[in-house]
């Protein structure tokens, strides 16, 4: 990926606003035209959904969908000590990461809190792009440019200079050949390179964030519209939608995939969230957090917190961020996100529930919705995985 272009032809709609107005994407006008039905999130003006969310989440299921992601947080990060500066500021090992590769990774405050879960790129030998939650890009910003004293890097806020779209789906990579000459086939998962799509350049990602085969464009705000269209044109014949962002919750919680605010925040660290793995203590030199993140891993072992299970109703209730999970008349637990899952046809959740009842078919589970105990069975995570 060493020509990886730099997308900064034009300057983005989505700048922040003086006035505290919500952010816009580059294509508000264009989902306002299709009908969206649009809503804040984490300060930006964005599609919530177009028609139907279960049809929406169906079509990525089994087809494709179209997502405007302009709201996530590009930051970019050089110099001859840019991965020097990652590795102190990141849990991760992210000398590991190959050019053209990426890492899903996690930012911690010194008790070793999660400030977020990031994907890093490694773009070129020594650029990297660290893509933030929305509503964390400028915490995570302002950190790694704190943590970058002393360290021969650059830290650059690149959220102006990018907007996102995604095209999630089985028949996502079909619908991108068509309007790319890139070599999608031997693009990986957690991969990217720069490319061609619909005449504009872009970097093209194999990520997600739905549980299926899909990618991710980063391109110039002002070439957004014409990559919408072009892919629109593209997938008509193969089921392709535009979709909302409500439906992205309900597949990335179908797939088991954390949420920042849910089950992810600064009162837990990655290894109470389950995800110990992403923290490398074996990578060279000291980073932050690493201390308390080391007490916390050998507390995960001697004596475990409540861990992260899944919920499949027995009934239609469905359960909400906050609603307890109770077991022999006493609080064992609470969701963290819950919905309608339109895949199982029940409703779901993600939730932390005490060790001696996170096991799979756990017997006399449930959770408390407005004041009735609705059962639930307990399940490993996640829900649903896609067929290779």
Known sequence: MSSTPRLTALPSPAATLSDGAAHQSPIQALHRSLGATMTDFAGWDMPLRYASERDEHNAVRAKAGLFDLSHMGEITVTGPQAVDLLNYALVGNIGTVSTGRARYTMIC????????????YRLQDAEYMVVANAGNAQLVLDTLTGRAAGFDAEVRDDRDAYA???VQGPESPAILAAVTDADLDGLKYYAGLPGTVAGVPALIAR???????GFELFVAPGHAER?????????????LIPCGLSCRDTLRLEAGMPLYGHELTTSLTPFDAGLGRVVKF??????VGRKALEAAAERAETA??????GLVAEGRRVPRAGFPVVADGRVIGEV?????????GKPIAMAYVDAAHAEPGTAGVAVEIRGSHEPYEVVALPFYKRKK
């Open 109 to 120: 405050a010194e008790d070793g809190g999660i400030l977020d879960d990031l994907i890093v």
């Open 207 to 213: 990520t997600g964030y739905t549980g299926e085969d």
């Open 336 to 344: 963290t996100s819950g919905a309608p899952s339109p895949t199982l």
């Open 282 to 287: 074996e990578k060279d030199g000291d980073f």
């Open 304 to 309: 475990p917190p409540r861990k992260l299970v």
């Open 227 to 239: 990559l919408w269209q072009a892919l629109t044109d593209a997938g008509a014949a193969h089921g």
């Open 164 to 166: 996102l779209l995604a």
